[in-house]
């Protein structure tokens, strides 16, 4: 009885089971590199995987975390307050800090966790978490754990986030309010300077989550933040290690020494085992290579414009400006299923995003570029949409 | 203040564009048992009834909205 509310998801399935469909969930059985593998029995192009500078399997990273399980083995087998804080663990903290050019900085097992944990933990009762309304489930998941009031303001509004602000008057000084640097599924960027002239009006504590922002953005691939020139007016800055570094993990970092004072207050900090010291290990290595290696970025940029400008040359609709996250929308889910399959038939992997994970109803192919991807790849993706449009499986008058 | 009865007038006014069973909107209509709204679509009637009133609705209080009257006790309380 307790899976009657879920009779959707199984029509859902049966509908790609009809179709002998499997865009979620595909098993990758073999990794040729951080852009090829065999997917569902397919050698493919991987498209979709958010690994934006190709660390996932530089030798360099892949050392570090073999030399850590060596040194310290698999596991920690605690959390951060009991007996999971390694050396390791305190010295990727510093050096997060040291890269933001702040003083404190904590990480979490996951990008959710620290996400989810640091909305959970900075309003409680009685305050205010005013969400961009495209923020991600983890947002919204810590949002609704905090028992603060959940706000959401229209998507990358600025207008609408003052409106609301305004309405709190002077409770403005109790909210929290929390943006993304690069929106996950279609890709958009946040207007940060007008939001943080926004914040500046009226009030409030801003949170920047940089998942798909950091390694990609600003000149020393900080983020969104650092591109829009205004560290100094963002209270709190959230991560992933599982994009940009190729790991697993996340953080927050604050100039507040504050954020050391809840350090044990984060239930999704405390009470979870910390990161695997061979996972740390890996990604330490990846910041550094992040920090030395601009030329990652650039040519995540260049392929980026290229796959941007190519689908878009296609008649396809994909947002108003490049981004290492390019979706194609469409309005029909069985048209987005058999165009998703039609891309593995030509060794193509991306994800296919329906709702809810669409911001709206509509159906996203959703492209993630790497800069380990080569130019005849991203060629070769765009060719696979062409044959799509010449296959009438996209008629571009039908996109959204 | 607004009245109980303006912010129900509104909701009506809104909700006829989904109405496709050509129900008596009323007090007792339930936004997504009668009329089907989907989760995206509850959003949207949000966010309208906020640009409408000039009000900002916590989304804490949609679980315990299951009625048009629910809504606009809601709003009242919102109100005072």
């Known amino acids: ?400 | 203040m607004t009245e109980h009865q303006e912010y129900l007038d509104f909701m009506y006014s809104v909700l006829e564009q989904h109405n496709k069973g050509g129900l008596v909107l009323s007090e007792t209509t339930e936004l997504v048992a009668d009329i089907g709204l989907s989760s995206l679509e509850v959003m949207e009637f949000v966010e309208k009834i906020e640009d409408q009133f000039d009000i900002s609705i916590p989304l804490n209080i949609l679980p315990d909205v299951n009625t048009l009257g629910d809504f606009a006790r809601k709003l009242d309380e919102l109100d005072s």
């Open chain 1, 1 to 400: 009885m307790l899976f009657e509310k879920f009779e959707y998801m199984a029509e859902f399935q049966a509908e790609l089971d009809a179709q002998h469909v499997v865009p979620f969930g595909a098993i990758t059985e073999k990794i040729l590199s951080a852009t090829e593998a065999v997917v569902s029995g397919r050698k493919v192009i991987l498209a979709g995987t958010n690994n934006y500078l190709g660390l996932s399997f530089d030798p360099r990273c892949i050392s570090a975390a073999q030399e850590a399980a060596g040194k310290w083995g698999t596991g920690t087998t605690g959390s951060r307050l009991a007996n999971g804080s390694f050396i390791e663990h305190e010295t990727l903290e510093s050096e997060l800090a040291a890269f933001y050019g702040v003083n404190h900085a904590i990480i979490f097992t996951t990008g959710f966790a620290a996400t989810m944990g640091m909305c959970a933990t900075l309003a409680g009762p009685g305050e205010v978490i005013l969400l961009d309304a495209d923020s991600h489930a983890s947002i919204y998941a810590g949002a609704q754990l905090s028992g603060a009031e959940i706000i959401r303001f229209k998507h990358n509004d600025p207008e609408d986030l003052a409106k609301r602000l305004r309405r709190l008057g002077e409770r403005t000084s109790q909210t929290l309010i929390v943006v993304e640097g690069i929106y996950s599924m279609l890709g958009d960027k946040a207007p940060l300077q007008d939001i943080v002239a926004v914040k500046q009006e009226y009030g409030g504590s801003l949170f920047v989550d940089e998942a798909h922002s950091m390694g990609v953005l600003g000149t020393h691939g900080r983020g969104a933040v650092e591109a829009a020139g205004i560290e100094n007016e963002v209270d709190f800055i959230a991560g992933t290690f599982s994009k940009s570094l190729g790991a697993t993990g996340g953080y927050c970092v604050s100039r507040h020494p504050e954020l050391e004072t809840i350090r044990y207050c984060i239930r999704s900090y405390i009470f979870t085992a910390s990161s695997s010291p061979m996972i740390v290990a890996a990604t330490r290595e990846a910041l550094q290579i992040l920090q030395s290696e601009p030329g990652l970025r650039r040519k995540l940029w260049d392929n980026t414009d290229r796959l941007y400008s190519g689908l878009r040359a296609l008649g396809l609709s994909v947002g108003t400006s490049p981004s290492p996250v390019v979706a194609v929308t469409l309005e029909d889910r069985s048209q987005a299923i058999s165009c998703w399959s039609a891309l593995m038939e030509a060794g193509v992997y991306v994800n296919l995003v329906v709702p809810p994970a669409s911001p709206s109803t509509n159906f996203l192919l959703r492209n993630s570029v790497s800069a380990a991807h080569s130019s005849a790849q991203i060629d070769t993706i765009i060719a696979a949409y062409a044959r799509l449009v010449d296959a009438g499986l996209i008629d571009v008058e039908q996109v959204a």
